[in-house]
């Protein structure tokens, strides 16, 4: 069994930054693709940034492109999620994910076999 921890959320003003961070622990994982998903209230799970941990190759929301960088550190195993210019629209509790083998279907939760607690990032104006 594979274990997300994820860290770093908190209460920010509009226009600040914050970190996530996502540890896997738990057997040996070797998963090629993590990912952040992120849910406000009274809405629906959505796509933020996935990353390729063997082509390190990551992919967008458009909502978070430009702003938002999804980051893997090999030795660690943990992928990060650095968000700048945040918005108010940005609130939500960001989940961690990860599968073992890539999927062009990244953007979709349902290719996910394991997910973090989730964490709350809170934007205010």
């Known amino acids: 069994q594979v274990q997300l921890v994820e860290s770093g959320g908190g209460l920010v003003q509009a226009g600040d930054s914050l970190r996530l961070s996502c540890a896997a622990s738990g057997r040996p994982f070797s998963g090629n693709a993590m990912g952040w998903f992120r849910q406000a209230p009274g809405e629906e799970r959505e796509f933020v940034a996935a990353?390729?941990?063997?082509?390190?190759?990551?992919y967008y929301a458009d909502s978070v492109k430009g702003r938002f960088t999804i980051s893997k550190d090999n030795a660690r195993k943990t992928v990060s999620l650095q968000m700048n210019s945040l918005k108010p629209e940005d609130t939500a509790i960001y989940y961690c994910a990860a599968r073992l083998y890539w999927t062009v279907a990244y953007y979709n939760q349902e290719m996910y076999t394991y997910w973090g607690q989730g964490t709350q990032v809170t934007v205010s104006s």
């Open positions: 990353i390729r941990w063997d082509a390190g190759k990551a």
